[in-house]
């Protein structure tokens, strides 16, 4: 069964400094992938996603994703982090002609933005 | 253009009751997709609707139920309620053509007591 693994539960950051938010999923054809943000009480944002082509995909907020097939890795990063980046950001994925396109998420990593 | 819209925001029910949450999708979105967002957890997937037709399913039991109409609003109906319903149930729609991507709504929020 398709599995998406966000290692880290809780990641703090300061102000200004670089992230990096980690994401696995389980081996399938045609993986398609995608990162949301969630503020509290919210729904999800998407961020970015990633079906084919160029490896290293850019997105709204200054977000930016890297498809890595044989780590099978897509690592969200943002080279400097704002204090209204504080969320809970899901890595998804989707394997087409599987049949239904339902979203397989993982657990989220909690963002803390400190001052 | 108006986003992906769900009502109630937020709703009450008792154990063994019968709850209909509402789906608005976005201009020019055919596809609506369902899912359930439990306290700390990711979102997981419920079912599909795809032109007023069931698409596919995930991992629930059939006392989940949906509909599409017309005008691609859906419904999502859930008989008997248990506690372990109480979650936030999210409402994603895809345009037509692109049904990979999905569009969120921000969410009806279940309690069963």
């Known amino acids: 069964a398709q599995s998406v693994t966000q290692p880290d539960i809780h990641i703090t950051v300061s102000e200004g400094a670089s992230l990096e938010l980690r994401c696995n999923y389980s081996?399938?054809?045609?993986?398609?992938l995608f990162w949301y943000v969630q503020s509290p009480g919210q729904g999800l944002q998407l961020l970015l996603k990633?079906?084919?082509?160029?490896?290293l995909v850019q997105g709204i907020k200054g977000f930016e994703a890297e498809f890595k097939r044989s780590q099978s890795s897509f690592n969200l990063r943002k080279p400097s982090v704002h204090w209204s980046d504080a969320a809970e950001y899901f890595c998804?994925?989707?394997?087409?002609?599987?049949?239904?396109?339902?979203?397989?998420f993982g657990k989220g990593t909690h963002l803390i933005i400190q001052p | 253009e108006t986003g992906v819209t769900q009502s109630p925001t937020h709703l009450i029910k008792t154990r063994g009751q019968q709850v209909t949450l509402r789906c608005s999708s976005q201009?020019?979105?055919?596809?609506v997709s369902w899912y359930q967002q439990a306290l700390g957890q990711g979102p997981q997937f419920i079912f599909q609707?795809?032109?007023?037709?069931?698409?596919g399913r995930g991992n629930f039991p059939p006392r989940f139920s949906g509909l599409q109409f017309p005008n691609y609003s859906s419904e999502l109906n859930v008989n008997a309620l248990e506690l372990d319903d109480s979650a936030l149930y999210l409402c994603?729609?895809?345009?037509?053509?692109?049904?990979?991507?999905?569009?969120f709504g921000p969410g009806t929020r279940l309690l069963v007591l």
């Open positions: 998804a994925v989707l394997y087409s002609g599987g049949g239904a396109d339902g979203l397989t």
């Open positions: 994603a729609s895809s345009p037509s053509g692109f049904k990979e991507t999905q569009y």
């Open positions: 990633y079906f084919s082509g160029d490896t």
């Open positions: 609707y795809y032109r007023e037709e069931e698409n």
């Open positions: 081996y399938g054809a045609t993986p398609y």
């Open positions: 201009s020019g979105h055919n596809t």
